[in-house]
């Protein structure tokens, strides 16, 4: 089945609701989208003279138009290559070239930079601008029939946040897209037709992958005119479409919580927000649900198992009174629908529940491995199972805690220290605005901790009194031994701290 379809069955159920919005203004219906996004298709297989499986990139500041342009490619029988609008031209040069993409889709503020970038990635023929006349000219002609598609085709290429180094192209096939669907309606929610998303973050990401299940319901999928993350914005969007979705990263539900705005936003107009991508401290989902009521759904992901492991749903966020309420909210939920989770050892074999381990998935939501390199794949796929990196616990009722990336761990005095654990202390203080913990070699320990601590403005913060805290809930050998206090955290284009950057300022 050709992912596409979720577009053309909507078209049939829905013909005349919005499928898109810029800001307040509706752009298509169902219909006419779908009409719309065939016709697309038909240029990019004659006047572009692509062919089934040929890779397409597009470098898009969120719009409308970063969705016709997808289906477009997949009503083709193409496959997607959205990339990050915040990249460095050399990191699309590298994304570009990693995918043989043979053409790019731009927004025209990012026109120059992919010029300079498909210097170097001689596969690109042509880079089209959506705003000239080339783009519209796609819009003139006659719809044809969708290209077939076999469930294992690689429909998008999702190249990864690289937080530890080059970016991979994980493939997710039309089949792992569907999965990922259904996914959502059996654990996250089943939004009404008419109902809206608001997409703030980045669209070549989490919020982009949502666009299925709400493409496959009849929802409405609005942009910000700003393209990107504005709270006064967002919030105003939520009040003027219905019973609204949205998608945000950990950091973004903190920047919503902390914003003057969010006094404005009327009560209900909020259905849900999914969080995830990155750690959420409990400090943090606990404000946010004194702010917001119970609307927050948290994901487990990763590229390779898109917004697919575990999930934290709606109910497990209300259940005050379960008797390890508390410990659940620190975890990322219970395994997915569509997927087996496990926590193994470096063998493979399972660990007792409440040990520590990686944590690895096997499903449908699987990625076929990363394109053009086997190395890669022949690390994270093993027997049919995704080693994802990460390490984590279960507990007695199914519910998993990260710790951290299996990369981020500290090992000192031959005792694993989770950095997670840490932080969620030190963010408790209520002068500590962010901050993150690594491993800094020891002669005699091997690593001892650091802690980097950016205070909130006009706050001062002694290390005494962070250590006083951290006694008073971790172990001892835990606190860091050093604190360094910091204006900001180095952060990548998806708001993910970069722990690498920060190992090379000790
Ligand atoms: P990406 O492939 O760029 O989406 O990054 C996926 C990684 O983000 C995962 O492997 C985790 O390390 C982290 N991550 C995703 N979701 C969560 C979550 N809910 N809590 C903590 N970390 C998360």
Not at 277 to 288: H, I, T
Not at 338 to 361: A, H, S
Request: with cysteine.
């Amino acid at each position: 089945m050709n992912i596409a379809h979720l577009l053309l069955g909507s078209a049939q159920e829905f013909r005349d609701y919005t499928a898109l919005a810029r800001g307040n203004e509706p752009y298509l219906g169902f219909r006419d989208l779908w009409r719309k996004v065939s016709v697309m298709s038909m240029h990019l297989r004659g006047r572009f003279g692509l062919a089934a499986g040929d890779r397409v990139a597009f470098a898009m500041t969120n719009c409308v138009e970063s969705i016709e342009v997808m289906y477009a490619i997949w009503h083709a029988g193409l496959c997607a290559v959205p990339m990050n609008a915040k990249l460095h031209a050399k990191e699309f040069a590298f994304i570009l070239g990693n995918s043989g993409a043979k053409l790019c889709f731009v927004t025209p503020d990012l026109a120059a930079t992919i010029a300079e970038a498909a210097r170097d990635a001689p596969a690109v023929k042509e880079i089209v601008d959506i705003t000239t006349r080339p783009y519209t000219f796609m819009a003139v002609g006659d719809p044809v029939p969708m290209a077939d598609a076999e469930p294992t085709d690689p429909a998008w290429l999702f190249y990864t946040s690289g937080t530890t180094g080059r970016p991979k192209g994980a493939i997710l096939t039309h089949r792992n897209l569907l999965a990922m669907t259904l996914n959502y309606f059996a654990d996250v929610d089943r939004p009404p037709a008419g109902s809206s998303m608001v997409h703030a973050a980045p669209i070549s990401h989490g919020s982009g992958l949502w666009n299925f299940p709400m493409m496959a319901r009849g929802v409405v999928q609005v942009f910000p005119e700003s393209g990107h993350y504005d709270v006064a914005e967002t919030v105003g969007l939520m009040n003027r479409w219905p019973d609204c979705s949205i998608f945000l990263a950990p950091t973004m539900v903190k920047r919503l919580i902390e914003h003057p705005a969010v006094r404005e936003l009327r009560p209900g107009a909020l259905r849900l927000i999914t969080y995830g991508g990155a750690p959420m401290y409990v400090s943090d989902l606990k404000r946010a649900m004194e702010t917001l009521g119970n609307v927050l759904c948290q994901l487990y992901g990763q590229g390779e198992s898109p917004m697919t492991i575990t999930h934290l749903s709606l109910d497990m966020h209300a259940h005050t009174d379960h008797p390890r309420y508390e410990e659940h909210l620190a975890s990322a939920g219970v395994a997915d629908t569509c997927v087996e989770v496990r926590v193994v050892d470096e063998d493979g074999k399972q660990v007792p529940i409440g040990d520590v381990g990686e944590i690895i998935v096997k499903g449908d939501t699987v990625m076929a491995g990363y394109w053009n390199n086997p190395e890669a794949t022949a690390k994270s796929l093993r027997a049919g199972w995704l080693w994802t990196g990460d390490v984590g616990a279960f507990d007695g009722d199914g519910f998993l805690t990260l710790k951290d990336r299996s990369k981020d761990m500290i090992i000192s005095g031959g005792t694993n220290i989770y950095p997670r654990e840490i932080e969620d202390v030190l963010n408790l203080h209520p002068a500590v605005a962010e901050c993150s913990v690594v491993g800094r070699p020891h002669p005699e320990w091997g690593e001892e901790v650091v802690a980097f601590v950016v205070a909130r403005p006009g706050a001062t913060l002694a290390p005494a009194e962070l250590d006083r805290l951290c006694l008073d809930n971790i172990a001892r050998f835990k606190r860091p031994k050093d604190y360094k206090f910091v204006d900001a955290l180095p952060k990548n284009n998806y708001g993910k701290i970069l722990k690498t950057e920060l190992r090379t300022l000790l």
